[in-house]
C-alpha cells in the first residue's frame, strides 16, 4: 500500500481536512500517511489514470492526434508484459467507470496487455459490444502462433488465455478457430472437431525409441483402416457440450460405466480454448458416445497404436517435429516455464505438419482406449484395469513427451494433466494384425 510522510500531507491537506478523512476512515495518520482501504486507494489511481489517459473532468477520450500522457506500455514493458505490476486492480476500475461502454480502456490495453484487457470485459461490471470483442480478435488470434512477435511462450499463452476469458453476448467463445469451440445446430451445441490429415492403412513401425521408458520394443503393426486423429484435443468448450446437453444422463452413453463418473469435476485451467483436463477415461468415453450420436458416425479415443503411428508420421520420428527434442515446441517443463496447461495449438512449430495434429508433445496426457498390460484389449468395463496415457503434459520432462513412451493410470483418475483427443476410423471387422 503506497504511505506518504506525514509532513508531505499536510502540505496537501490542512488540519480540518486529516481530520475528516481520519474520521471517516479513508486515511490512517501517523508518521505515515496511507488510505485505510487497498480498494479505495485503487479507485483514486484508477481516477487518476483516466485524467491522464482521457483528458477532461467527463474522462471523455483524447482529441483525434492527441497522444494519451500515460501508456500502457508504460506500465507494462514490451520485454515482459504479461507478469504483474500491480497496476491490475487500478485498471480493472478504470474500465468500471465507463460502465455503458469501456471500449477506450480496453483498446488503450489492447496490443499492450490483451489478458488484462479480457480481465476488464470479465471483471469490471462494464458494458462491452460484441463489435468491440471482434476488434479484440482479429489483433489476439495471429499472436497465438506469432513467434516472431512473442518468442516466449508466457507472452501467447497470455494471449490464449485473453480469448479464452471472453464470450460474445450469445455464448460463442471468443477464440473461433475450427476444431476449438462448437457450433449450433437445432439449438443444441455440438462440439466442432477439425480433424488432422488422414493415416492411410498399411504395415507401421513402433515402439523402439531406447530413450522412451516403457516403450514398446521395436515391433511391426498392421491398421487395416484409414483413420484421422483431432487436430486439438478436446477442449473445455467442447467438453461443456456434453455436460450443459439435455440428454447428458442418458443412459447409452454411461453403459458399463461407474455411476460416480456422472460427477463432472471443474477444469483446473478453465478457459474456453484451454484442452479438457481433470476428466477421467469413463468421461471421455461417455462424451464420444453422446458425440457420435450427434455427428451420426463414430468417433472414440484413439487405441494408442494409432496415437503413436499419427505422431511419428511419415518416417517414425521420436517427437511429432522431427527427432531432436526442442523446448520452444512443446509445453513442458524444459520450455519457457509457463507452469499450467496452455490454450490448444500453441506451439505451431511443435505440431506434426504433415498430419496438422497439434499438442501432441506435452500440454497434457491424452487417453487412449486401449488397456496397458493388455494393448489389444479395447474393451469398456468398469474394472481398474490401467488404460494407456500418451505424449506428456507441462509438468513433465522431454522424455516423457517422446511419441513412443507409454504412460498409464486407472480409469477413475481425473488429474489436471490429463485430457484426450479423437479419433474417427473406416474400420474393418478385425482391426489390429501383429
Known amino acids: 500500500m503506497t504511505a506518504l510522510p506525514?509532513?508531505?500531507?499536510?502540505?496537501?491537506?490542512?488540519?480540518?481536512?486529516?481530520?475528516?478523512?481520519?474520521?471517516?476512515?479513508?486515511l490512517a495518520l501517523g508518521d505515515e500517511v496511507r488510505f485505510t482501504h487497498q480498494l479505495l486507494q485503487e479507485y483514486f489511481v484508477a481516477r487518476a489514470m483516466r485524467e491522464r489517459i482521457f483528458p477532461g473532468s467527463a474522462g471523455v477520450s483524447p482529441a483525434v492526434g492527441e497522444t494519451p500522457s500515460l501508456l500502457a506500455r508504460d506500465i507494462w514493458q514490451p520485454k515482459n508484459w504479461w507478469e504483474p505490476t500491480n497496476w491490475e486492480e487500478a485498471t480493472i476500475l478504470l474500465a468500471g467507470l465507463y460502465s455503458d461502454d469501456c471500449t477506450d480502456v480496453l483498446m488503450w490495453l489492447a496490443e499492450t496487455q490483451p489478458e488484462l484487457a479480457a480481465r476488464c470485459i470479465v471483471e469490471s461490471g462494464a458494458h462491452t459490444p460484441d463489435e468491440t470483442k471482434l476488434r479484440l480478435r482479429e489483433m489476439w488470434l495471429p499472436r497465438l502462433t506469432d513467434l516472431k512477435r512473442d518468442p516466449d511462450a508466457r507472452a501467447r499463452a497470455a494471449v490464449g488465455r485473453a480469448l479464452g476469458r471472453i464470450a460474445l453476448e450469445d455464448g460463442t467463445p471468443l477464440d473461433n478457430r475450427p476444431g476449438v469451440g462448437f457450433v449450433l445446430r437445432n439449438g443444441l451445441k455440438?462440439?466442432?472437431?477439425?480433424?488432422?490429415?488422414?493415416?492411410?492403412?498399411?504395415?507401421?513401425?513402433?515402439?523402439?525409441?531406447?530413450?522412451?521408458?516403457?516403450?514398446?520394443?521395436?515391433?511391426?503393426?498392421?491398421?487395416?483402416?484409414?483413420?484421422?486423429?483431432?487436430?486439438?484435443?478436446?477442449?473445455?468448450?467442447?467438453?461443456?457440450c456434453f455436460v450443459a446437453a439435455p440428454d447428458f444422463g442418458d443412459g447409452r452413453w454411461w453403459r458399463g460405466l461407474p455411476d460416480k463418473e456422472r460427477q463432472i469435476d471443474n477444469p483446473y485451467f478453465p478457459y474456453a480454448n484451454g484442452p479438457r483436463e481433470r476428466v477421467s477415461w469413463y468421461q471421455a468415453v461417455a462424451f464420444c458416445r453422446w458425440l457420435s450420436d450427434k455427428l451420426g458416425y463414430t468417433v472414440e479415443l484413439p487405441h494408442e497404436y494409432e496415437w503413436e503411428v499419427a505422431a511419428r508420421w511419415p518416417d517414425n520420428r521420436l517427437y511429432p517435429w522431427g527427432n531432436e527434442f526442442d523446448a520452444a515446441k512443446a509445453n513442458t517443463v524444459e520450455g519457457d516455464r509457463v507452469g499450467e496447461p496452455t490454450v490448444v495449438g500453441l506451439y505451431p512449430h511443435g505440431a506434426n505438419s504433415k498430419l496438422n495434429l497439434y499438442d501432441l508433445s506435452g500440454n497434457v496426457w491424452e487417453w487412449c482406449r486401449n488397456k496397458y498390460e493388455t494393448p489389444d484389449d479395447e474393451g469398456i468395463d468398469d474394472s481398474d484395469a490401467w488404460r494407456v496415457l500418451r505424449g506428456g503434459s507441462f509438468i513433465n520432462l522431454a522424455d516423457n513427451a517422446r511419441a513412443a513412451y507409454r504412460n498409464y493410470n486407472v480409469p477413475g483418475n481425473r488429474s489436471d494433466y490429463s485430457g484426450f483427443r479423437l479419433v474417427v476410423v473406416r474400420r474393418s471387422p478385425s482391426h489390429h494384425e501383429h
Open 6 to 26: 506525514f509532513d508531505v500531507v499536510a502540505g496537501i491537506l490542512d488540519e480540518r481536512q486529516r481530520y475528516q478523512a481520519a474520521s471517516a476512515n479513508l
Open 190 to 240: 455440438i462440439p466442432d472437431i477439425a480433424w488432422g490429415e488422414e493415416v492411410p492403412a498399411g504395415k507401421y513401425t513402433i515402439g523402439g525409441d531406447k530413450k522412451a521408458f516403457r516403450n514398446f520394443d521395436k515391433r511391426p503393426v498392421t491398421i487395416s483402416y484409414p483413420y484421422r486423429l483431432a487436430r486439438y484435443p478436446v477442449t473445455n468448450a467442447q467438453f461443456a
